[in-house]
């Protein structure tokens, strides 16, 4: 038997009001609004699209993160959707509310919302900037991986790691000399988790200027998830005995890391006798 408080036995307006309230991360207001995306019905959408009308930031926000999975994993009223999505993106001035509507549309992976999504891309505003990233990044177009290369060196940080995960992993199947260049500069950057995006990759398009840094990275002193995953995509034979002497060092790690390693080195082949 659910609980009163479970989304399930709620009516639509408390479940409303408590997305409404507490910061943007508020666990209590995420659970509501994971309720309303599994109800999924046509008074849902119907709340939703009254609130992108709001004239408090906070409750086009919310409209906004309902219409973004509104039906879960059987996505509803699609059209209807992208329409008021794209249109808010068109009027929207608060930069939250705008990263908000990139990350809702690349739920959505909606094709009218490239132009305002490339609009997007040069907001004044990090958050801005970082939702319109999210967006392009599952868009299957030439304008999409140009402006993804773009914001791959952003000045912002979390503006730079989604569009070179966007172009790296999630188009995946793209592959041009400008994308790939583009990969090959952030292996230079500062934060590691970038320069990782940015050799998963190049491994995946069996780029050789990946070769010597996944090198380096399964030798250096905090060695990540992605090198893992770049030396299997690469497949170097020379990669075998650094994955192997991984193994031996032993000492704490991550379960999924020693898990992950495992199944790397299995790609290799036997060990030798």
Same mark, same amino acid.
């Given at each position: 038997?659910n609980?009163?408080?479970h989304?399930?036995?709620? /009516?639509?307006?408390?479940l409303?009001?408590?997305?409404?309230e507490g *910061?943007?991360?508020?666990?209590?207001?995420?659970? $509501?609004?994971r309720?309303?995306?599994?109800?999924?019905t046509?008074?849902?959408l119907?709340?939703?699209?009254?609130?992108?009308?709001?004239? /408090?930031?906070? $409750?086009?926000g919310?409209?906004?993160?309902?219409?973004?999975?509104l039906?879960?994993?059987?996505p509803?009223f699609?059209?209807e959707?992208?329409?008021a999505?794209?249109?808010?993106?068109?009027?929207e001035?608060?930069?939250?509310v705008?990263l @908000? $509507?990139?990350v %809702?549309? /690349?739920?959505?992976?909606?094709?009218?919302?490239?132009?305002v999504?490339?609009?997007l891309?040069g907001?004044? /505003? %990090?958050e801005a900037? =970082?939702g319109?990233?999210?967006?392009l990044a599952?868009?299957?177009?030439?304008?999409?991986v140009?402006?993804l290369?773009?914001? @791959?060196?952003?000045?912002?940080? *979390?503006?730079?790691?989604? $569009?070179?995960f966007?172009?790296g992993?999630?188009?995946?199947a793209?592959?041009?000399?400008?994308?790939?260049?583009a990969?090959v500069?952030?292996l230079?950057?500062?934060?590691?988790?970038?320069?990782?995006?940015a050799?998963?990759g190049?491994?995946?398009?069996?780029d050789?200027r990946a070769v010597?840094?996944?090198r380096?990275a399964?030798?250096?002193?905090?060695?990540?998830v992605y090198a893992?995953?770049?030396?299997?995509?690469?497949?170097?034979? @020379?990669?075998?005995?650094l994955?192997?002497?991984l193994r031996?060092?032993?000492?704490?790690?991550?379960? =999924?890391?020693r898990?992950?390693l495992?199944?790397?080195?299995?790609?290799?082949?036997q060990e030798?006798?």
């Amino acid at each position: 038997m659910n609980h009163p408080e479970h989304g399930e036995a709620r /009516s639509l307006e408390e479940l409303i009001q408590v997305a409404l309230e507490g *910061d943007e991360e508020d666990a209590r207001a995420w659970e $509501a609004i994971r309720a309303l995306h599994a109800r999924g019905t046509r008074d849902v959408l119907d709340a939703a699209l009254g609130l992108l009308g709001s004239s /408090s930031a906070k $409750a086009r926000g919310r409209g906004v993160d309902i219409l973004g999975q509104l039906g879960a994993g059987n996505p509803v009223f699609q059209t209807e959707r992208g329409d008021a999505l794209v249109d808010l993106l068109r009027r929207e001035r608060e930069p939250e509310v705008l990263l @908000s $509507a990139g990350v %809702a549309l /690349s739920h959505l992976v909606e094709p009218r919302a490239l132009a305002v999504l490339v609009a997007l891309a040069g907001h004044p /505003s %990090a958050e801005a900037r =970082y939702g319109a990233a999210h967006g392009l990044a599952v868009l299957d177009a030439p304008e999409a991986v140009e402006v993804l290369i773009r914001l @791959s060196a952003d000045e912002d940080r *979390d503006v730079r790691d989604w $569009a070179t995960f966007g172009l790296g992993t999630l188009m995946e199947a793209r592959d041009t000399p400008e994308l790939r260049d583009a990969l090959v500069a952030r292996l230079g950057d500062e934060d590691p988790e970038i320069v990782g995006e940015a050799l998963v990759g190049l491994a995946t398009r069996k780029d050789a200027r990946a070769v010597e840094p996944v090198r380096a990275a399964l030798r250096g002193e905090r060695v990540m998830v992605y090198a893992l995953e770049a030396a299997a995509a690469l497949g170097d034979p @020379s990669f075998h005995p650094l994955l192997l002497a991984l193994r031996d060092v032993g000492g704490p790690a991550e379960g =999924y890391f020693r898990s992950a390693l495992e199944e790397v080195i299995s790609r290799f082949g036997q060990e030798p006798a």
